[in-house]
Structures are given as structure tokens and as C-alpha cells.
């Protein structure tokens, strides 16, 4: 059973485009909830989190919606690079500090 | 650098045989999880262990075991392998924050 359902599977954008990526969650336990960026031939990285106290957070170019109600929460990039061409995960967690579960990934490809 | 390693970044081997993925967490860290990659399924978590001790587990097949040494680092060893087996294997190593995770670059099994 998947916990976190990620969409889409793949996007393509032009450059200083907004690619949107969602995710939604039936666990109502789940209080955190961060997005990872992986490259190419490299483990995933932190890029952004949130927790459900706030519907928003920015952090440069990249921004996370949160829909408590609609147990739902979303990745933006701002005027997006070519550079930020990666895969991205959502992922979720509980106060239990049981492990993270990550949503089945969004290739982004961002052309010039 | 995450500060994670993993070994060996490749390997390759046949059906039934036993591989042993090693990885050494980030200085100071004391939680690690395993966590396989393929392409229809995401990141799925393995298992985690904390300070040696066996701490969650997730959807580890019965052919796979892991440790935690007196030093940290951890193995998993994965046994009467499957073509279904060969996937991205990932370490991660977790500090303070809760749910942030500082992954290898992983150990990319390939089953022929």
C-alpha cells in the first residue's frame, strides 16, 4: 500500500517555466513532510520541508504548498534552470520518528 | 558530499548468488537506513537500525539481512539473489533533525 501518491510520473518544462509536482497522504499522523532532489548517479538531498502548522514555506526558488484539509502538499521551482533538472521525492514521516515514506518520484527535465 | 559512504558502487552478479553492501554513516550519526530503488517502485525502505540495535523494518525480503556494527558502520547482505533483485541500494544516515536523511550515493546491484 502506498502511503504518499506522487504526480506526475515525469514533466517537462521550459526554462523559467513553474513546475508544479504533487503529493497526497492518507495518514493523518503524518507531521512532516520534506521534498528530496536526486541527480543523476547521486543519493537524494534535502531540499525543502514542512511541517503541517504552516500552509506554505519558500526557500529561494523552491516552494511547498500545504493543504491540511486536503491532506494534500505540493513542490514549486520558481523560474526554473535547466540546472534543476532532477528527480524529486515527497516523503512523509510521524511523530513515532518511524521512517520516512517517499512518494514514487517525479522526473523533471527542464529544456532551454 | 553527503558524508555517507557506500560500497561497492557497482556490482554485478548472477541469480542465487549472496552479495554484502557496506556503508559507513556520517561522522557522529547513529541511525542508518537501507532503503532499494527501481524504477516502478521508488525509494522503499528496508530497515533502520539505531546504535546496533534493529529499530524499524519495512519490506525487507527474507533473503536480505542487515546489521549495525560497534563502529557504526552497517551491511546488508542480500542472498539467493533474484533477477528481481537489482535495483539501487541506498544508505542514509540520520543527525538531530528529524526526517532528514544524508543518503550515499548508493550501490547499484545488477542479477543476471
Known amino acids: 500500500q502506498q502511503q504518499v501518491k506522487q504526480s506526475p510520473q515525469s514533466l517537462i518544462v521550459q526554462k523559467g517555466g513553474i513546475p508544479i509536482i504533487n503529493c497526497a497522504y492518507e495518514n493523518t499522523a503524518f507531521d512532516y513532510f520534506p521534498w528530496y532532489q536526486q541527480f543523476p548517479g547521486k543519493g537524494p538531498a534535502l531540499l525543502i520541508a514542512i511541517r503541517p502548522d504552516v500552509s506554505e514555506k519558500k526557500e529561494g526558488r523552491f516552494t511547498i504548498s500545504f493543504n491540511k484539509s486536503a491532506k494534500q502538499f505540493s513542490l514549486h521551482i520558481m523560474d526554473s534552470q535547466p540546472g534543476d533538472s532532477a528527480t524529486y521525492f515527497c516523503a512523509a514521516s510521524d511523530a513515532g520518528n518511524t521512517p520516512l515514506v517517499f512518494g514514487k518520484g517525479t522526473r523533471l527535465s527542464v529544456i532551454a | 558530499d553527503s558524508g555517507v559512504t557506500q560500497t561497492p558502487k557497482h556490482l554485478i552478479t548472477a541469480t542465487g548468488q549472496r552479495v554484502t553492501l557496506r556503508c559507513s554513516p556520517r561522522?557522529?550519526?547513529?541511525?542508518v537506513y537501507w532503503y532499494q530503488q527501481s524504477l516502478d517502485q521508488g525509494l522503499q525502505f528496508l530497515i533502520q537500525?539505531?546504535?546496533?540495535?534493529?529499530?524499524a523494518k519495512g519490506n525487507i525480503l527474507e533473503r536480505f539481512s542487515a546489521q549495525q556494527f560497534p563502529d557504526l558502520h552497517s551491511e546488508l547482505n542480500l542472498s539467493s539473489l533474484e533477477l528481481g533483485d537489482s535495483a539501487l541500494y541506498f544508505c542514509?544516515?540520520?543527525?538531530?533533525?528529524?526526517?532528514?536523511?544524508?543518503f550515499g550515493e548508493g550501490s547499484r546491484l545488477t542479477v543476471l
Open positions: 537500525y539505531y546504535n546496533g540495535e534493529e529499530r
Open positions: 561522522s557522529g550519526d547513529l541511525s
Open positions: 542514509a544516515s540520520s543527525g538531530l533533525q528529524r526526517g532528514e536523511l544524508f
